[in-house]
């Protein structure tokens, strides 16, 4: 798995919000696959970070807020309602930069991995880095 993701191949876990996952080639009876923008959830991605930053008409909002918005505005999170905690995560994730970090913790006993074992997968970008 480690070495699938070194080759920028997407493991099987669900995509973050804002993307979906892409067949790009079959080996055999395996298919590699890709993680590629959700345009309508891209959108809303792009929309969480400019509320963070500018707002909506009365400057920066902060996370309660974003979500109080977004759920007024009957945005939904994959069919669900927004919590604070999808929001901070959307917003302190490196993913939407276009680097995803796959193995950052050990599965068999939780402990998080030093930065060097980290596997690297370059994904399309939703946030510029200027964001």
Same mark, same amino acid.
């Given at each position: 798995m480690?070495?699938?993701?070194k080759s +920028? #191949?997407?493991?099987?876990?669900?995509?973050?919000? +804002? #993307?979906?996952?892409e067949i790009v080639e079959m080996r +055999?009876?395996?298919a590699k696959k890709r993680l590629v923008i959700a345009p309508s959830e891209a959108l809303q991605v792009q929309q969480?970070?400019?509320?963070k930053r500018i707002g909506v008409g009365q400057g920066p909002m902060g996370y309660k807020k974003?979500?109080?918005h977004l759920n007024a505005s009957r945005a939904t999170l994959r069919g669900r309602k927004w919590h604070v905690s999808n929001v901070k995560d959307i917003l302190q994730r490196?993913?939407?930069?276009?680097k995803h970090f796959y193995g950052v913790h050990d599965v068999r006993?939780?402990?998080k991995r030093p930065e060097a074992e980290w596997q690297v997968i370059t994904v399309p970008t939703i946030i510029p880095e200027t964001e």
């Amino acid at each position: 798995m480690r070495r699938n993701a070194k080759s +920028g #191949y997407w493991n099987g876990a669900v995509p973050p919000f +804002g #993307y979906t996952t892409e067949i790009v080639e079959m080996r +055999g009876p395996k298919a590699k696959k890709r993680l590629v923008i959700a345009p309508s959830e891209a959108l809303q991605v792009q929309q969480i970070f400019r509320m963070k930053r500018i707002g909506v008409g009365q400057g920066p909002m902060g996370y309660k807020k974003i979500v109080c918005h977004l759920n007024a505005s009957r945005a939904t999170l994959r069919g669900r309602k927004w919590h604070v905690s999808n929001v901070k995560d959307i917003l302190q994730r490196s993913t939407y930069r276009g680097k995803h970090f796959y193995g950052v913790h050990d599965v068999r006993n939780g402990v998080k991995r030093p930065e060097a074992e980290w596997q690297v997968i370059t994904v399309p970008t939703i946030i510029p880095e200027t964001e």
